[in-house]
């Protein structure tokens, strides 16, 4: 009886794994043909493909939603008017069936944001349920909301919708913000990551296949986020002009002077467009009285610059940086420090500030360009021969170089700076003549101090 049993549950075992065998082949036949067609964009012959995979084989491969999605992207866009509605959600139930079996390979920002980007692109539905749909993405998952094409699709239906007395304006503002703080938050952690590779490659080492993707990657994405926030602040547009702020703000003072809210976002915006106006003086005022911190030492800073009072103005800003815990506002007051400090020719000071900023703001293009231009400007002064002084120039060129790769925004003017620096260089006829190849040149008897290392002929 025993022996039976044994028997009877081999054979069970066998025909088992024989139906998971002949499933497994079907499923990568039918996955076959289905990505066969798809790929070469034939989606008529791989629609009915797709819905076998769905109906058997839902978790065999995730190729079949990512071409999947393609294929209703296409069904979608080329629908009837009458039928996009029906594609448009067959395409979300198939998004939402990837997000089911593969949902660690599935960000639910990323799906959400897709879906609205999907009925912006297509015009499903009214401009309200457009951005609604968006919002709800947004606030969903912020962390995996990072398409630049659609944190600016979010932003511009928001200002359409503002101009169509559907949204307040500070509402739009509100919005600004946000996203504002989001792209930069990303284009960081780009410059973070990929600014120890460029250093390494500056530095003559050969990166590896994987660093070259990784650096490759990063700088593609921060091109795209440095052009979504120039298209973000011109969508904006007149609405965050001078003259039209300051009434806006004057009219809702009284009644909100007391808000500290309102009155960091009103003194903040006022101080980012340089609006001289009574007003600001007002509003920075009163946030002071109400709420001392980084933000309103930067304002009283700025008023005491404009009053011409360098001394205390520095001394605002630089409590300011002290107090201030976001890091992008945290860079701006250390580069406006490094300003102050190299106007008035206190270089060393001046690279201090700016090397601050950076460190807070690794995609601070700015600052890497101020440092280039102080050090190639100091050429006279550091260095006991011309080869030296020239040389000097180098360093200029490697830090204008890092501006444009790890700040899209600054690269036409950071790259036509290295190339003026490198024509100030030593020739390659001049290292030669002077025997300096591969020498090391170091500039410890001025402010700029570290070292070149002369190339190799």
Known sequence: MKIKATLLLFSFFLVSNATVANTNEECVITLTLFTDAAKVENYTEAYPHLQNLRRDCPDFHLSMYQYGERLYK?????????????????????????????????????????????????????????????????????????????????????????????????????????????????ENSLAARITPLIEKQDAGTKLSQSEEKLLSAGETNLRAYSQVKGSVNGKLGILADCENLIPLYNKDFEEKKTDVDWLQSAAGRLSAKECEDPLFFKLVQELHNLNPSSRSAYYLGQLAEADGKSKVALDYFLQSAELETNNNKKADTYYKLGENYRKTGSLSNARTFYRKAIEAKPSYGRAYLQIASMIANSSNNCGDNVFERRAINWLAADLARTAARVDPSVAGNANAAANSYMQRAPSRGLIFQEGMQGKTISFGKCWVGGSVRVPNL
């Open 74 to 186: 296409h069904r979608i866009e080329n629908a009837e008017e009458d039928q996009k509605m029906a594609e448009y959600n067959e395409y979300k139930k198939l998004y939402r069936e990837r997000l089911q079996y593969f949902p660690e390979k599935t960000k639910e920002g990323t799906m959400l944001a897709d879906f609205a980007q999907v009925m912006f692109d297509n015009r499903i539905g009214t401009a309200m349920d457009m951005f609604d749909a968006f919002d709800a993405a947004y606030k969903k998952d912020k962390e995996n909301f990072t398409s630049p094409k659609s944190l600016y699709t979010y932003f511009s239906l928001a200002v359409d919708l503002q101009a169509a007395g559907k949204k307040d304006v500070s509402e739009v503002f509100e919005l600004y913000d946000e996203l504002i703080a989001k792209i930069e938050e990303e």
